[in-house]
């Protein structure tokens, strides 16, 4: 029942303006955005890198009104690029085509993705599109297909395991070995594109896992990057321990190697679990958003996990 209402709050532009504006809201939205501005992102990927942890860095936003929005972005993000060189983080930088204006212009949106490829070319660094809501899927797709058809072998993907269509998806991505971060999907779908059930998405979501590490095995699979800026072919990025351990089994029944996959955390969610998964000796990365267009990612972020949302509560109630 809660979902829905924060999907609600997400959209609402007076909820966004009161949650933003209060010290309440932005205090609390530090627990899974790093900040506002570029050098507080840099910071906590810093920090990260000291305990052992690799990171994705992500500078946010989605859905731009103009394309001189999405230009401005596209320069933001090329910024991001360049400082993670001159940083010396083990990061790579993830981006969101909404941001670059793919619902405004493809061309657009391909132009500036070209130019940030090629910056992150010259960094030896993966770019990653994050994938958004349902109805970019195909959009999405068809960009990454005529990057890969070009020979750019720097370019990587998200899939989610809530859609029904993505066991398809994966398995016609399988064959270009791109490096596939794997999610269980955080937006609002209806019925008919996405199961509603959560353990149908968890079934889901380890077939999905199977089938990565299963073609992880090839020589030809990319594997983590001694710069820590390349990622695996396999990224299982969630905060399920079921889903974890289910990956973990079977990447030790197909025997292999640790930097053939790597585990992916967003900040702030589960430190416990990253500690523990580190200490173990598997790669782990951070997802580490920053940006003033914090709002729809932090009421996702609520939607996701009960424990996120009481968290919020306690916090704004507090005196």
Same mark, same amino acid.
């Not at 507080?40 to 009104?65: I, K, P, S, Y």
């Not at 619902?103 to 130019?115: G, R, V």
């Given at each position: ?105 493809? /061309? ?23 994938? &958004? ?55 609002? &779908? ?36 001694? /710069? ?26 197909? /025997? ?36 003033? &267009? ?13 424990? /996120? ?11």
């Amino acid at each position: 029942m809660l979902r829905p209402v924060l999907f609600w709050m997400a959209q609402s532009p007076r909820m966004r303006a009161w949650v933003t504006r209060s010290a309440v809201g932005r205090r609390v939205s530090r627990r899974f955005v790093a900040g506002e501005t570029l050098e507080e992102g840099l910071e906590v990927a810093r920090r990260l890198r000291d305990r052992g942890f690799l990171v994705t860095l992500a500078h946010l936003g989605e859905w731009v009104h103009t394309q001189e929005d999405a230009r401005q972005a596209a320069q933001a993000i090329h910024r991001l690029i360049q400082s993670v060189g001159e940083a010396q983080v083990p990061a790579y930088v993830s981006v969101k085509l909404s941001h670059l204006g793919i619902h405004l212009s493809q /061309n657009l949106a391909e132009s500036l993705l070209q130019d940030l490829l090629q910056a992150a070319s010259e960094q030896d660094m993966m770019l990653r599109i994050d994938m &958004e809501e349902s109805a970019l899927v195909d959009p999405t797709l068809e960009l990454f297909w005529r990057f890969h058809k070009r020979g750019v072998a720097n370019l990587g993907l998200v899939l989610q395991a809530y859609l029904y269509r993505t066991e398809g998806d994966l398995r016609r991505l399988l064959p270009a070995r791109v490096p596939i971060r794997l999610v269980k999907g955080a937006y609002k &779908e209806p019925k008919t594109v996405a199961y509603p059930k959560k353990r149908d998405v968890d079934a889901n979501f380890d077939r999905l896992a199977r089938l990565l590490l299963e073609a992880a095995q090839a020589p030809q699979a990319p594997r983590l990057s001694t /710069n820590g800026r390349r990622p695996p072919m396999v990224a299982i990025a969630s905060h399920d321990e079921d889903r974890i351990a289910y990956a973990q089994e079977t990447a030790r029944r197909l /025997n292999l190697p640790r930097d053939a996959m790597e585990f992916q955390f967003l900040y702030g969610i589960r430190r416990d679990l990253q500690e523990r998964i580190r200490r173990e000796g598997y790669p782990v990365r951070i997802y580490v958003p920053y940006g003033s &267009e914090w709002y729809p990612y932090f009421m996702r972020r609520l939607a996701e996990r009960p424990a /996120n949302l009481f968290f919020f509560l306690r916090h704004l109630f507090r005196k």
